[in-house]
């Protein structure tokens, strides 16, 4: 499919960001390595996403073309008191899908011999417009251009921007899923196919429907998908709250199944005091809960000679935004654009970091605004902004 002389881009990061960018560039003719630190296959950690168009516009810009429908349409947005009583309805159809059916999608369209698990990125170097990346298992790969799609912790912008690291924004939003036949009608009826929040003073509760861990958007297979936006102090709380069953405190999020057991109980018995009844029922029937911290992140530059930072290894914006899968998408779909209609490689990664940059910064501020609003969070900063939540 490439052609013997393509340029070769090796892309550090095997989830939805290195992907979309691997996806994209090969929808240019270049030759494409992924290389994931993992090693084993990625599960559904994201839970739910809102489908954004630049994910659609991803899609079909790399010709890749789903075998079904990639979200659960919904309908109006409700806000629900203590009690469950509807205190707020208005139309705003939309399409929610989730994080394992837009990376089995992107997988799919990706040639596994090119995908490379157990990959962890210690160190890169560039000399002569080439780039090596070099690997703890002592392997190293060289490419035209390299691509720090590694998330939040990223180690390609520790490499290249040492010293600037996410931030912790003072809330963590506790997750879970919930199959659509486990919950009973008394608690599906006010959350079925719509948008759903019940907000209380610093605290933030939404459901929406999304597609099953297979991808079926099937009625009776899909499932609920929740959120809890919740305070928890830097320090003591929020080492209580990222530390898994195990003992072990986690950089930023603790996955479904290793939740402690005091964790656990805690968000459980506060769903019984504060959360109106069907989501009190959701969260009962949630089997694995997990929890993230929500970070900001904003980066001066994103590309260094031949090496470039992507999604949230470059910009963080809260999930308020809904705008961090769609931003990923953005970034990589721009940038295979730009480099395809210039010959000149280092003048159209310039043109590229200008535009994403100006975007990126944007997004994270109006996030920033939007969640320390939601949240009583009181900074100097933070000026009223769009009073939706998408």
Do not use: C
Not at 6 to 15: P, Q
Not at 29 to 55: N, Y
Not at 233 to 245: F, K, N, Q
């Amino acid at each position: 499919m490439n052609r013997p002389d393509a340029r070769r881009a090796l892309v550090i990061g095997g989830s939805l960001g290195g992907l979309f960018a691997a996806t994209a560039l090969r929808a240019i003719g270049w030759h494409v390595e992924i290389f994931e630190r993992s090693p084993a296959v990625l599960d559904s950690r994201g839970g739910g996403i809102v489908l954004q168009a630049d994910v659609l516009q991803h899609f079909r810009y790399a010709e890749i073309k789903p075998t079904h429908a990639l979200g659960v349409r919904s309908h109006d947005r409700l806000y629900l008191d203590q009690a469950g009583t509807v205190v707020h309805r208005e139309p705003m159809p939309q399409t929610q899908t989730s994080w394992n059916t837009l990376y089995n999608a992107l997988l799919a369209a990706f040639p596994a011999e090119h995908y490379h698990r157990g990959k962890t990125l210690v160190d890169l170097t560039e000399h002569e417009r080439r780039v090596t990346a070099v690997f703890d298992d002592g392997s190293s790969a060289e490419g035209d251009l390299l691509i720090g799609a590694d998330g939040a912790g990223s180690t390609v912008r520790s490499l290249v921007l040492p010293g600037i690291q996410a931030s912790y924004s003072g809330y963590v939003v506790w997750r879970g899923l919930v199959d659509e036949g486990a919950l009973a009608d008394f608690a599906k009826a006010p959350l079925y196919e719509d948008f759903v929040l019940q907000q209380d003073d610093e605290s933030l509760m939404l459901e929406y429907m999304v597609p099953s861990v297979n991808g079926s958007v099937t009625p009776g297979e899909r499932r609920f998908n929740w959120l809890w936006y919740l305070k928890a102090s830097p320090g003591p709380e929020l080492d209580a709250v990222l530390t898994d069953r195990h003992g072990q405190r986690r950089r930023h999020s603790v996955p479904p199944g290793a939740l402690a057991t005091e964790q656990e109980a805690g968000i459980r018995e506060r769903a019984e005091r504060h959360a109106n009844p069907a989501f009190r029922e959701l969260i009962r029937q949630t089997r694995d809960i997990f929890v993230q911290a929500i970070l900001d992140l904003d980066v001066p530059r994103m590309v260094f000679g031949r090496v470039v930072l992507t999604g949230d290894a470059a910009f963080v914006p809260r999930p308020h935004t809904a705008g961090s899968t769609a931003k990923a998408a953005r970034n990589a779909m721009f940038l295979a654009q730009a480099l395809d209609d210039s010959a000149d490689l280092d003048k159209a990664l310039l043109a590229w970091e200008k535009q994403q940059l100006t975007e990126g910064k944007r997004m994270v501020d109006w996030g920033v605004r939007m969640g320390n609003r939601i949240m009583g969070i009181h900074h100097p900063d933070s000026a009223a902004d769009d009073a939706h939540i998408r």
